[in-house]
């Protein structure tokens, strides 16, 4: 590093003074293009992600419902599988167990004997 000089300190540099067009144009538009042109990138981004999110939301809402439908229609099923056995529970009466033919009931327990005469 070079020393600085107390002389060079007093003495104020001089900078070019441009005309305000000229600074605009040379320094200022493409500082103003370069965040228009973030700005827009940034835009887009948001929406995309936006529209992905509300398409991954659509779609866990779907399988939502699906499972839903599923989830009533076994309870239906259920139900109506229940009430269909009480009904018939009652139909039979209280001694049904012990009037449907089991199969020993059916079967003789003697082995098959042809009576002479």
Known sequence: MRSLD???LAEPEEVEVMEPEEDFEQFLLPVINEMREDIAALT?????AY???GSKLWE????LIQIKMQVEASEESTLNHR???TTESRAEGPNAQARKPTEANTKSSRPF???LT
Not at 44 to 48: F, G, K, L, Y
Not at 60 to 63: A, I, N, T, V
């Open 83 to 85: 009430t269909t056995r």
């Open 6 to 8: 107390i002389a060079e």
């Open 51 to 53: 529209l992905q999110n």
């Open 113 to 115: 004997c042809p009576q």
């Open 60 to 63: 866990m809402d779907s399988m």
């Open 44 to 48: 887009r981004e948001h929406w995309r």
